[in-house]
């Protein structure tokens, strides 16, 4: 072991980690922190009412330590926490891969880094560089570009060059690919059977254009790749993290875990034990959030991560190394030049919105006749989307047409009071992702069997279009409910 200090240990080990907390408001035990050398911390919508109350929690945050890195898990598609409780005023990843307008994607990116930077956010984890090749993914869907490599890789590295512009760090993540997979990691662990060959054609395709873009940080995915690891997780894996991402592919940057809470992770190695062999494996900084925000869990993580180079299971040196990477990762952060807000920017978000919508109408008119009936069919949303976001169609085109009516079903009870009440109105059925969800299908059928004039509104992956009149918006986003609704109200 090398002969740093007790105090030095510590403070490296507080450097790496980049813990959540709960409150409106840095708690006591985070200003302690702070003072000890914690390199970062994110916030998650739990943390945000509104961007006043951010730009002092950030305040206060730097009033403890100036460099401190400040993330915030910001796709600003459905997975949203700025704007959590009201819904991105920006289409997703999805829609604007399906715009397919780099520029168009450089410049919300920008408008978006402008956005986090002004509220006192340096570091966001995004963009998603995964590949959506599964359809049937839980976790990613319209959280990506695509379902084809060589366009994911141009809106990625669009997307990295317009947010770092505005003085943010991007972040491209899940390495070395989370698309091709049925799995969700925030559950279990997936597993991509794909071959080294099949990999470097598609899931590597955007991580390598990002890196060529100048991305400041890449996040690690919690899943199996056997054609590079046959035992080990990617986050934990040196040949995954050191021998492919540094070595092979020459990133340089921060690499950054994925929650380390996450069960893929913390029900086989537990927290602890799976910080210290992220680090060892090549990871310069720990995210550790969701239910385990909170002072006796960033103890646990410093206290096991001062033991393990102690015992020698984690060597000095790469613990100075990942320390020295966060710490160059917040001296760029500080010495990035800020533009301020474009107060014209929630216009560019509603117009790409409109950009990314697809009509399949062989037989149908704008706009509605009357009022309409919305039914909308929540499906189980993915544990990376807060779930207070609002999605839907109900709210904004009860707005534009005033005397909307409508109802949310979580399954396929109560449709047919639903469609008994849609009778005389024109009806609108809103639907995430049906081909994931058999009753989801089984209730759209049923609806056209009774409706077949009902409107079909596609706010995930769109599939084959289904009725007379089928809209797909490519995100759920609260720009996405918006362009529809000016689009059926005729506006």
Same mark, same amino acid.
């Given at each position: ?20 907390? %709960? *409150? ?39 009033? @403890? ?20 409780? #009201? ?7 999805? =829609? ?40 049937? #993914?839980? %976790? ?24 770092? @512009? ?37 899931? $590597? %395709? ?6 060529? =873009?100048?991305? /400041?940080?890449?996040?690690?995915? +919690? ?26 592919? *020459?990133?340089?940057?921060?690499? %950054? ?44 993580? /410093? ?34 030049? +800020? ?9 560019? *978000? ?37 779930? @207070?976001?609002?999605? *839907? ?60 004039? =009902? ?14 009149? +089928?809209? =797909? ?13 000016? $689009?059926?109200?005729?506006?």
């Amino acid at each position: 072991m090398d002969a740093s200090t007790g105090d030095d240990l510590v403070s490296m080990a507080n450097a790496v980690l980049q813990p959540g907390f %709960v *409150g409106k408001e840095p708690p006591p035990w985070v200003r302690r922190r702070l003072a000890e050398g914690l390199g970062g911390v994110v916030l998650f919508a739990r943390n945000v009412v509104d961007r006043d109350q951010v730009a002092e929690l950030t305040a206060a945050l730097r009033a @403890e330590r100036p460099d401190v890195i400040v993330a915030i898990d910001e796709e600003a598609g459905d997975v949203t926490r700025i704007d959590a409780h #009201n819904g991105s005023p920006w289409p997703g990843s999805l =829609a604007l891969g399906a715009i397919d307008d780099v520029a168009l994607t450089r410049e919300v990116a920008c408008h978006i880094g402008r956005d986090l930077a002004s509220v006192g956010i340096t570091f966001d984890y995004a963009p998603d560089a995964d590949v959506n090749s599964d359809p049937n #993914n839980p %976790v990613i869907g319209s959280r990506a570009f695509g379902a084809e490599p060589e366009r994911v890789a141009r809106h990625t590295a669009a997307w990295i060059t317009g947010l770092q @512009e505005a003085g943010v760090a991007a972040c491209a993540k899940h390495f070395p690919g989370h698309g091709n997979t049925s799995v969700d990691s925030h559950l279990d662990v997936p597993i991509i059977k794909a071959g080294r060959a099949e990999l470097d054609a598609t899931e $590597l %395709v955007p991580f390598r254009a990002a890196i060529d =873009a100048g991305v /400041r940080a890449v996040m690690s995915a +919690h899943l199996r790749v056997p054609a590079l690891d046959p035992e080990l997780p990617a986050t934990l894996s040196r040949r995954i993290m050191t021998e492919l991402l540094r070595d092979e592919l *020459g990133f340089q940057g921060l690499i %950054v875990t994925d929650g380390i809470e996450m069960r893929a992770i913390s029900d086989r190695f537990g927290l602890a034990h799976a910080t210290v062999l992220a680090l060892a494996a090549g990871a310069d900084a720990i995210c550790v959030g969701g239910d385990h925000a909170d002072e006796d869990t960033a103890n646990l993580l /410093r206290d096991a991560v001062v033991a393990a180079v102690r015992s020698g299971e984690l060597p000095e040196s790469r613990l100075a190394d990942a320390a020295a990477r966060v710490a160059r990762l917040a001296a760029w952060s500080a010495a990035a030049s +800020h533009v301020p807000v474009d107060p014209k920017a929630a216009a560019l *978000g509603l117009s790409a919105a409109r950009r990314a919508l697809r009509i399949t109408a062989p037989d149908a008119t704008f706009p509605l006749t009357g009022p309409a009936y919305v039914i909308e069919f929540q499906p189980e949303l993915n544990f990376a989307i807060a779930p @207070e976001t609002p999605w *839907g169609l109900i709210a904004p085109l009860a707005e534009l047409v005033p005397d909307t009516l409508g109802i949310r079903l979580s399954s396929g009870e109560g449709l047919s009071d639903a469609l008994e009440s849609s009778l005389g109105r024109p009806l609108v059925l809103v639907v995430r992702d049906p081909h994931r969800y058999a009753w989801i299908t089984d209730a759209l059928r049923a609806s056209l069997a009774v409706r077949p004039d =009902a409107i079909v509104v596609e706010m995930g992956v769109p599939a084959a279009p289904r009725g007379d009149l +089928h809209i =797909a918006t490519f995100g759920a986003t609260a720009a996405s409910g918006r362009a529809v609704a000016e $689009l059926l109200a005729g506006r």
